[in-house]
């Protein structure tokens, strides 16, 4: 008896699409606020590896039936001349920044992705490693245009602590981008982002507490994918993990040093590593190790 013809691959709907944004507020208030999009998940993290890629927000809105539209704000980055004044023009479509101008599309299962990848591979495409974002895992192409094309799995639904996480990131680029403002500046490291979310997160868990003036203090979203983190810590005598409410918080009156291997994460999580917020001086954050002091030491 022979083997019914495999079924052909189909793709179901659109993920998320994503673009560059030069103006934060106004883009929140925008999709948030006029369009009443909500705010579900935000990515805060050091430049993906190459020292040409500036520190990024990456921040996503709820766009119905599962969709999400995304933008990426890089700090410190200029707005391109061709950009300039396209706001009163029809939108039309113009390297970190082109890159980031891309559709995705959703496959359902690791088992679809794989098969796209030989798809596209069989047909002389150039596709990427399977790369893991957090909450999903995407394979890219580039169609002829140049523009990247994504095919993405869903790892997790995304939940209430994500949009928490979330609100308080922008919040905290918010304040950030105006104080850099109001001195003729603009903000080109995500570490005073994550200093200013730690800061909010402990008066959101605790009105009445005051930030603590010594030590290091890391707060982790209880999400699968920084679990690795708070099991490591857990099992340290270097420092304490403390729960509160929807995250976990390290604590330490020392430095403190993680290693990517012995975490098991990919790079593009290992460069979030703080996203949920830090209190300290951040010493070394390369592709394998990461060290934490305790601030003024």
Same mark, same amino acid.
């Given at each position: 008896m022979?083997?019914?013809p495999?079924s ?5 709907? &659109?993920?998320h699409?994503?673009r560059p944004t030069?103006?934060l507020?106004e883009t &929140?208030?925008?999709y ?7 705010l ?5 993290a ?12 990456h921040?996503?809105?709820d766009?119905?039936r599962g ?9 410190g980055? %200029? *707005? ?13 479509? *113009?390297?970190?920044?082109s ?11 690791e088992?679809e992705?794989?098969?796209? =990848? ?8 150039? &596709?990427?490693?399977e790369?893991?974002? *957090? /909450?999903?895992e ?14 993405t799995?869903?790892l997790?639904?995304?939940? %209430?602590?994500d949009?928490?996480?979330?609100a308080?990131?922008l919040?905290?680029?918010m304040q950030a ?11 080109r ?7 200013r979310k ?9 009105p009445?507490? =005051?930030?603590?003036d010594?030590? /290091?203090?890391i707060?982790?979203?209880r ?7 708070? *099991? ?13 409410d ?5 604590v330490a009156?020392?430095?403190? %040093? ?8 990919k ?6 590593l ?5 209190r300290?001086t951040?010493d070394?954050?390369?592709?394998d ?7 003024g030491?």
């Amino acid at each position: 008896m022979t083997s019914p013809p495999p079924s052909p691959l189909r793709l179901h709907g &659109v993920d998320h699409t994503a673009r560059p944004t030069w103006r934060l507020r106004e883009t &929140v208030n925008f999709y948030r606020d006029i369009l009443g999009l909500p705010l579900v998940h935000v990515i805060s993290a050091r430049g993906w590896g190459p020292e040409t890629h500036p520190d990024f927000l990456h921040f996503f809105f709820d766009s119905g039936r599962g969709s999400t539209i995304a933008f990426f704000y890089y700090l410190g980055a %200029e *707005e391109p001349p061709a950009m300039q004044g396209r706001a009163a023009m029809r939108p039309l479509p *113009e390297d970190h920044v082109s890159d980031a101008t891309h559709t995705a599309w959703l496959v359902q299962s690791e088992a679809e992705l794989h098969a796209w =990848k030989e798809k596209l591979q069989a047909a002389g495409l150039d &596709v990427s490693v399977e790369t893991r974002h *957090e /909450v999903i895992e995407s394979i890219y192409v580039r169609d002829p245009n140049g523009y990247f094309i994504e095919f993405t799995r869903k790892l997790r639904p995304l939940a %209430e602590v994500d949009a928490i996480d979330a609100a308080l990131t922008l919040q905290a680029a918010m304040q950030a981008e105006a104080d850099a403002q109001a001195q003729g500046q603009r903000i080109r490291q995500v570490d005073d982002i994550w200093a200013r979310k730690a800061a909010l997160l402990a008066s959101h868990l605790d009105p009445t507490s =005051k930030p603590a003036d010594s030590g /290091v203090r890391i707060f982790v979203p209880r999400v699968e994918e920084f679990s690795s983190l708070i *099991e490591d810590a857990s099992q340290r005598s270097d420092c304490a993990v403390v729960p509160v409410d929807e995250f976990d918080c390290i604590v330490a009156d020392g430095p403190l %040093e993680f290693r990517r291997k012995t975490l098991g994460l990919k790079p593009a999580v290992w460069y979030g590593l703080f996203t949920g917020g830090v209190r300290g001086t951040i010493d070394v954050f390369d592709r394998d190790r990461v060290r934490i002091s305790p601030a003024g030491q």
